[in-house]
């Protein structure tokens, strides 16, 4: 059949889940990972993300956008099975937006050839997150519970770490779009 064809072999990695189990993935997803196919099916999503407060927030981000537009894509580090992290575009549409999590496709391209990924605390990736949303470090500081000169001292240690001057410069080389 040219549909099962076409989902085994896209070029990019494909998810069909339900309720964030994984019910079908193509190869190329499983490859991406660093797993067998017959390995994810049937699991939680969770498996796939560093810790439950990941797991949780990434749901929190996307939620609202699938309700309201059935659509939401973002860039994204993911970790492999060995680790080892890789960034991916991520891609989802929602079969019904009353209930977006109850089916949806999900598509997850590598942009590691495009991509280098420099190794980050859990810590920085969180503070990138924030600085992504545009939250001052006041907001950085409440939302993560920390001082907000702690979050200023992870800043500047990101600055230093991606050899940039701001924080536009910083969102810039994480995202590849550098000028």
Known sequence: MLAELAFEHAPVGLVLTEDRIIKRCNRL????????????????????YASNTDFETIREIGF??????????DE??????????????????????????????????DLSETRPVI???????DIIKCLARGLTAKETARDLSISPRTVE??????????????????????????A
């Open 64 to 73: 609202a956008a699938l309700k309201t537009k059935r659509l939401y894509s």
């Open 76 to 109: 994204r580090l993911m970790p492999r099975r060995d680790g080892t992290l890789f960034w991916c575009r991520f891609r989802a549409y929602a079969f019904d937006p009353e209930n977006p999590l109850k089916r949806t496709i999900l598509s997850y391209a």
């Open 153 to 178: 001292d992870y800043r500047a240690r990101l600055l230093r770490k991606f050899e940039v001057k701001n924080v536009s410069g910083l969102l810039a080389r994480i995202s590849g779009f550098e």
């Open 29 to 48: 997803f499983a490859t991406m990972f660093g797993y067998q196919q017959n390995e994810l099916e049937g699991q939680s999503f969770r498996m796939l």
């Open 119 to 125: 190794s980050l605390t859990r810590r920085e990736r």
